[in-house]
């Protein structure tokens, strides 16, 4: 027996896991979107109207601009934050301690999203919360967090930041941690102060680890969903409504099954087009050489 064969049979059932699961998934919403399909009807092949309803339409632009709102504010917070705080944590810190601020930062990640969103939403209430309460000590007036187009995105933000803002913490503290010392050794003895260190060795040393978490991250916010949809169910209006909300919305409450799936490749499309360019221009500054 071949080893190409010995090699298949061993991949086979991951592969056929994969082709159940998603392959066959994703060739069910490619024909779908070619159809007009309620669930409860046979699906009616219609051609392209789903795709020139698609660009028709106004509400799902707008939700296209929200989540490219989403995009700008989370990755950088998640990938900038996410780093300094692990820089911090690993810096001179006793072994022991290390790994009681990674429970810390790491824990709400495991958390129930519907349920610590529920405290959430008393922490940014107008009225009784208890966030602008804390800024009134210092003469803030009340911030309208979940009913103002103006407020609704930072506070999205900052329950994002405390929910998930472990995983890159995660992430880049295996990341530090794999960093090898007689790197820093010779740089010490080079005379590099710290900040030499940290764009010279560290930061280099630390590049896969980035485009990691970047590339996740970008992903995770193009594909927003829980916290608009607990913190602000969308609002006020569509102020806060991310594509897959609003892809959400099409399938399950109006039940329009064929347009959803055309929504659901418009989003598959741009992500992997997105993903496809951070892949292409990784080389000029991520770097794999640990030698």
Known sequence: ??????????????????????????????????????????????????????????????????????????????????????????RNIAKGWKYVYRTIFYFPVLATSAAVAVAWQFILNTDFGVLNYVLGKFGAGPIPWMQSPRWVYLAV??????????NAFLYYMIGLQSIPEPLYDAAKIDGAGKIQIFFSVTLPMLSPTIFFVL????????????????????GPGDASRSVNMYI????????????????????????????????????????????
């Not at 159940?20 to 007009?36: C, D, Q």
Request: hydrophobic share 55%; net charge neutral; aromatic share 18%.
């Open 215 to 234: 590339v996740t991250t970008l992903i995770g916010a193009t594909q927003i969903f829980d916290e608009p949809y607990l913190i602000t169910a969308g």
């Open 1 to 90: 027996m071949s080893n190409a064969i010995v090699g298949l049979l061993f991949l086979a059932p991951a592969l056929l896991f994969f082709i159940w699961f998603i392959g066959e998934p994703v060739a069910a919403a490619i024909y779908l979107s070619f159809t007009k399909y309620n669930v409860i009807t046979p699906a009616k092949w219609i051609g392209f109207d789903n795709i020139k309803h698609l660009f028709a339409d106004g509400r799902l632009w707008l939700t296209y601009g929200n989540t490219f709102k989403y995009i700008a504010i989370l990755t950088p917070m998640h990938a900038i934050l996410g780093l300094l705080i692990a820089l911090a944590v690993n």
């Open 157 to 166: 933000a900052i329950y994002s930041f405390w929910k998930f803002i472990g």
């Open 248 to 291: 959400y919305e099409v399938a399950f409450q109006h039940h329009e099954m064929g347009y959803a799936s055309a929504l659901s490749l418009s989003l598959f499309l741009i992500i992997l087009c997105v993903t496809m360019f951070q892949f292409s221009i990784s080389h000029k500054w991520v770097n794999y050489d640990r030698e």
